[in-house]
């Protein structure tokens, strides 16, 4: 059986904290990191996935870094981002996948993936912001950002 192939993504690093919390000495780009490094552990107990990070300490790295990354492994790309805004209306966590439906109309395996890792989050009691598909097959087009 092929094994599914991931590259966790951990946004920000080096120079580009993300979010901050001056208060807690946080920054977005370490919090990340360590998510990613146990979502790694836990993804080494599954022998059914293979598994790249984009970083493994807090370096800087550019887009087409990431992304050749998974290219070059035929991978799909998970980003772990840890957002901050000031509304409360933006309170909670939600997951980005490519599309909702495959080529064939079936829910894709990027939209099943960031279902299940939703679910997991809010399970922790964070509140469910939902998955956010940024294209839609169905109209051959991008889908504007959510607010």
């Given at each position: ?8 993504d951990?946004?920000h ?16 780009s ?44 035929q ?15 933006a ?9 909702k ?10 939209y ?36």
């Open positions: 059986m092929d094994k599914i192939r991931l590259v966790l951990l946004g690093g080096g120079g580009d904290p993300g979010a901050t919390n001056p208060k807690f000495k946080l920054k977005e370490d919090v990340n990191l360590n998510i990613g490094l146990i979502l790694k552990a836990i993804f080494d107990t599954h022998p059914e996935y293979l598994v790249w990070m984009t970083r493994t300490k807090d370096v800087p790295l550019s887009l087409s870094a990431r992304t050749n990354l998974a290219n070059r492994n991978a799909k790309i998970v980003s772990i981002h840890c957002n901050a805004v000031s509304s409360p209306q309170h909670g966590t939600e997951v980005w996948c490519f599309s439906e495959d080529k064939s109309g079936n829910l894709s395996e990027g099943r993936l960031a279902s299940s890792i939703v679910k997991e989050l809010s399970a922790l009691g964070l509140k469910n912001r939902g998955v956010k598909p940024i294209y839609d097959r169905r109209a051959k087009q991008y889908i504007a950002r959510p607010l």
